[in-house]
């Protein structure tokens, strides 16, 4: 099976700029995970989708959003980007308990 | 607020060696503990995974450890190789909540 697929790979965007991220699941998972990965603060959990549903929720601003279609792909979007925004942003996707992550989207914000 | 914290943050293994990485949870609900290997420019690569009904779990030449009571759990990598030089997470989840809590990271480097 394929593994799970973002793109792109790399953005640089700039302060105020809007960005939307995509993610694509392996073949039959339904749920969708998006992680920040910093320096400074690790790995953190943005939300989860499940069937078109967001059914978890992390601790960001409302400036992070994400929807998921019927075809359980996801994309998230960030809008009036900050400096720091930039990041590592890893997508996962989970048959039961496992989550698969893929390479992630290194987002600059200049 | 960490809820699960790694260490050590570092750790330098010769090859052959053991290498020992610990983390410690504070959630008593939490029930399914992964342990994640990165590489730089890579995501998370899911290694090995064990759930509180079991004390021990392996894998080839890794090992999870599960303290219940301590609420502590470590990876074992045993005959450490070169390539085994990576960032390696544990985290922790709860029941069919799939946010995964993770510990800050350890490097690991092992030397030739």
């Known amino acids: 099976k394929a593994g799970v697929t973002q793109t792109p790979r790399y953005l640089i965007k700039t302060r105020g700029q809007q960005v939307t991220l995509s993610c694509s699941p392996i073949?039959?998972?339904?749920?969708v995970s998006w992680y920040q990965q910093t320096p400074g603060q690790g790995l953190q959990f943005l939300f989860e989708y499940f069937s078109e549903t967001q059914r978890n929720k992390g601790n960001f601003p409302g400036r992070f959003s994400g929807r998921q279609f019927s075809n359980s792909r996801s994309e998230m979007n960030v809008s009036t980007l900050e400096l720091g925004d930039s990041a590592l942003y890893l997508c996962?996707?989970?048959?039961?308990?496992?989550?698969?992550f893929g390479p992630g989207t290194r987002l600059t914000v200049t | 607020q960490q809820q699960v914290k790694q260490s050590p943050q570092s750790l330098i293994v010769q090859k052959g060696g053991i290498s020992i990485i610990n983390c410690a949870y504070e959630n008593t609900a939490f029930d399914y503990f992964p342990w994640y290997q990165q590489f730089p420019g890579k995501g998370p690569a899911l290694l090995i995974a064990?759930?509180?009904?079991?004390s021990e779990k392996k894998e080839g030449r890794f090992t999870i450890s599960f303290n219940k009571s301590a609420k502590q759990f470590s990876l074992h990598i045993m005959d450490s190789q070169p390539g085994d030089s990576a960032t390696y997470f544990c985290a922790a989840s709860m029941g069919s909540n799939y946010k995964l809590t993770f510990g800050k990271g350890t490097l690991l480097t092992v030397n030739p």
């Open positions: 073949s039959g998972h339904r749920s």
């Open positions: 996962a996707s989970s048959l039961r308990d496992e989550q698969y």
């Open positions: 064990i759930r509180p009904d079991v």
